[in-house]
């Protein structure tokens, strides 16, 4: 059975990747608008990535017996200046992802429910791997630069990638 306190931290957890998915999704339609295709490529099939993390948990929920929840979730933005502004964006947005699941994975073990703590170790992972891709695509953006065919080149990197 989930404490209080673990049930509002996952659903507010539930919000968060729903927003997530949102975020990418608007990032997508961006880069879609800018012809901008294999980066509008990768970001909607993160925005669909982000889905199945919020369908994760909102299951674990209801199998606990407890009551998941949708709450507001925030409209992402819509104008970006660059492509590189929006890499940024993205990997700043992941460390805050992972600074949530770390606050709930630590109250889990202060709260010793080792169910949901055993349960975010898969959220723990799979931090690591989202902000180890999203750097890889701002060291990408470093190294090829986005003047002339530079962002054509980017572009289409970051469509070859795979999530
Ligand atoms: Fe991008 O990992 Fe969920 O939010």
């Known amino acids: ?9 996952l659903n507010t957890q539930v919000t968060l990747e729903f927003f997530s998915s949102n975020l990418y999704l608007q990032m997508s339609a961006w880069c879609n608008y800018k012809g901008l295709n294999g980066s509008a490529k990768f970001l909607r099939a993160h925005a669909a990535e982000e889905m199945s993390h919020m369908q994760k948990i909102f299951d674990y929920i209801q199998d606990t017996g ?3 929840i949708i709450k507001t979730i925030d409209k992402p933005e819509v104008e970006f200046d660059s492509l590189k502004e929006i890499f940024v ?3 700043k947005h992941e460390t805050m992802i992972t600074d949530q699941i770390n606050e709930l994975v630590d ?4 709260e010793k429910d080792y169910s949901t703590f055993n349960f ?4 723990v992972a799979e931090q690591h791997e989202e902000e ?3 750097k890889s695509i701002l060291d990408k953006i470093d190294i090829i630069g986005l003047e002339g065919r530079g962002l054509f080149m980017v572009d289409r990197e970051i469509g070859n990638l795979t999530l």
């Open 107 to 110: 109250i889990a073990l202060y």
């Open 120 to 123: 975010l170790q898969w959220y």
């Open 132 to 134: 180890k891709l999203f």
């Open 89 to 91: 964006q993205t990997y």
């Open 66 to 68: 407890a009551l998941a």
């Open 1 to 9: 059975m989930l404490s209080e306190n673990i049930l509002l931290k």
